[in-house]
């Protein structure tokens, strides 16, 4: 109340996410996954690309995997130079939006799902509805220590916690 000067009740709402679906065994990929908009204050696409470009020099088969449509982000030009610029083109996958039944199969069967939020003011006060949808996968996940879900979650057995910075996402 005091950091947003607001003088009004306000509530926490936890987030609400539900399976009714079976897991189906499936193949893991080398996929690493972000879903979501490509905006890069929102959800560190940038920091995403550089971590990324890191970690191929050691795990050259691996994938970036982003869902969101690239042509509706405002960063769009500053995500294609950074794509460029790290030499990371053969290894990125931007699919737009996909059905549910896609992203389903997308994230289930990732070896790794992330997410990079930035250090902000927007992203210090709430938590992404697709943490608790990437944790209904049973995939690892990496999380910004931004999003207020690691204020509930345990690092290292419920998901990956790690500062946003590009070194130490790279590591995590």
């Known amino acids: 109340q005091k950091e947003l000067n607001i003088n009004c009740r306000y509530h926490i709402i936890p987030i609400l996410v539900g399976n009714t679906d079976k897991k189906t065994e499936s193949k893991v990929s080398n996929n690493i996954v972000y879903t979501g908009s490509l905006i890069d204050h929102k ?3 940038l920091l995403l690309l550089k971590a ?71 992203n210090k ?9 990437y944790l209904l996968t049973g995939c690892p996940v990496i999380l910004s220590t931004q999003d207020t879900a690691c204020e509930v979650l345990i690092d290292d057995y419920d998901v990956f916690m790690v500062e946003p910075t590009v070194n130490k996402l790279a590591e995590k």
Do not use: W
């Not at 709430?126 to 949808?133: C, F, L, M, P, R």
């Open 43 to 45: 959800a560190g696409i």
């Open 52 to 122: 990324f470009s890191k970690i191929i020099k050691h795990y050259p088969h691996y994938r970036l995997v982003m869902t969101g449509n690239l042509n509706n982000s405002n960063d769009k030009e500053k995500i294609l130079l950074a794509i460029k610029e790290e030499n990371i083109e053969s290894n990125i996958e931007c699919t737009g939006y996909i059905s549910e039944d896609k992203l389903k199969i997308l994230t289930n069967t990732a070896k790794l799902l992330v997410l990079a939020k930035p250090k902000n003011r927007q």
């Open 125 to 133: 006060y709430n938590s992404a509805t697709k943490v608790g949808e």
